[in-house]
């Protein structure tokens, strides 16, 4: 068992609808005040096996950000949407040293970018509707992602513990009958085929990563009853 975590948080924002409806506009700021936030850390247990085991330290933490989403509906068959988003996540009061430096003095975090928290994140994405009729409707889409640096563990040690900035593009198109009952899809996920470590830990003395998928595609059919 663990000791509870508490966060003060304050935020506010504005929900808006323009054009009849064909312009939406989102925004909002917030504030997270984080006591004993739970920071999960993988140590080596057994050297000879490379047994490792889950433990989790309680640091201070500050968080600072804001959001805004945009969907424009151009027109009946056409629209684009986008968002925009900044992250200041820092660690406050947190001291612990690093598990693949054995006998290394503690590293104080104070100030320290947090884990999983990029500065800034941004999408776009556009859909486009063929209309058939009573032959159901094709639904094409295509999705651009981009997410500054990510810190995966909170020593920082480069290149292990970071992930650089990076760009996701994935594409579907999908068929409905008119009934919306039945619909085959076409998908593309990572187009672009790009090496995005999703986390890193440590094992003794070594870094493990894992990576997101690759790049992916396939067809899915579905049938709702």
Do not use: C
Not at 25 to 50: C, M, R, S
């Amino acid at each position: 068992a663990y000791d509870p975590e508490f966060v003060t948080s304050l935020e506010f924002g504005s929900k808006n609808s323009f054009y009849g409806g064909r312009l939406i506009l989102n925004g909002a700021a917030f504030y997270y005040d984080h006591k004993d936030l739970q920071v999960p850390i993988v140590i080596t247990i057994d050297e000879q096996t490379n047994a490792t085991a889950l433990l989790v330290e309680h640091a201070d933490a500050e968080s600072i950000g804001a959001e805004l989403d945009v969907l424009y509906q151009f027109t009946d068959a056409f629209s684009l949407n986008g968002a925009l988003s900044y992250l200041d996540a820092v660690y406050r009061s947190y001291v612990s040293p690093d598990p693949t430096l054995p006998g290394s003095a503690p590293v104080d975090f104070d100030g320290r970018r947090r884990i999983f928290s990029p500065p800034f994140t941004a999408t776009l994405g556009g859909q486009y509707v063929f209309d058939m009729a009573d032959s159901g409707a094709i639904t094409a889409r295509a999705d651009l992602s981009y997410s500054d640096q990510v810190v995966l563990r909170q020593w920082q040690r480069e290149p292990f513990d970071i992930q650089e900035s990076f760009v996701t593009v994935n594409a579907n198109m999908r068929w409905d009958d008119a009934d919306r009952r039945y619909s085959i899809e076409l998908f593309a996920r990572n187009i672009t085929d790009e090496d995005i470590k999703g986390y890193t830990g440590a094992v003794g003395e070594e870094f493990v990563s894992t990576y997101r998928a690759p790049r992916t595609y396939g067809v899915r059919v579905g049938f709702a009853f």
